[in-house]
């Protein structure tokens, strides 16, 4: 006869007991020279606050910064994107948000930088950067002469 099991083996991530009730932060490891990270997804997800309902909109993602001294863990990458599932939130304070959470590990990691592009909604594609690029001094885009 089997043993009888007291409920669900515990969560783990790379191996290690995880609560799933707590926040998820993101880990990192030493890298010997500085190097230019860049991590695209296609499985961001969010929902919108302005919509009622559990639809979420999608993102591709796209953050890249560089490890001077230590680099983002994928896998905990992830699941930090993965928290953001049932959250409302608009795209641009989403950008704004994963930016933040990277370049809070300052100074082991600069020049952070967001770029979102919503699945189409309404027949519209957003894309979002953060932090926003430089404009003109007229606000339009520069020509040359």
């Given at each position: 006869?089997?043993?009888v099991?007291?409920g ?29 990270v ?5 499985e961001?997800q ?17 953050i ?6 230590h ?30 959470g ?5 100074p082991?990691?600069?020049?952070v ?23 003109s001094?007229s ?7």
């Open positions: 006869m089997g043993a099991s007291d669900p083996p515990p969560v783990t991530s790379l191996g290690q007991t995880v609560d799933p009730d707590a926040p998820v932060r993101l880990e990192f490891f030493p890298v010997p020279k500085p190097v230019r860049t991590f695209h997804t296609a961001l969010a929902l919108c606050p302005a919509v009622a309902g559990i639809q979420p909109d999608i993102y591709q993602a796209e890249s910064y560089t490890a001077l001294t680099a983002i863990e994928s896998k905990s990458l992830k699941l930090w994107l993965v928290a953001f599932r049932d959250r409302r939130i608009f795209a641009e304070h989403l950008a704004i948000e994963l930016h933040d990277v370049a809070a590990h300052a082991a990691v600069g020049d930088r967001v770029r979102l592009t919503q699945n189409v909604r309404g027949g519209i594609v957003t894309v979002i950067e953060h932090p926003a690029a430089a404009s001094p606000g339009s885009c520069a020509t040359s002469r």
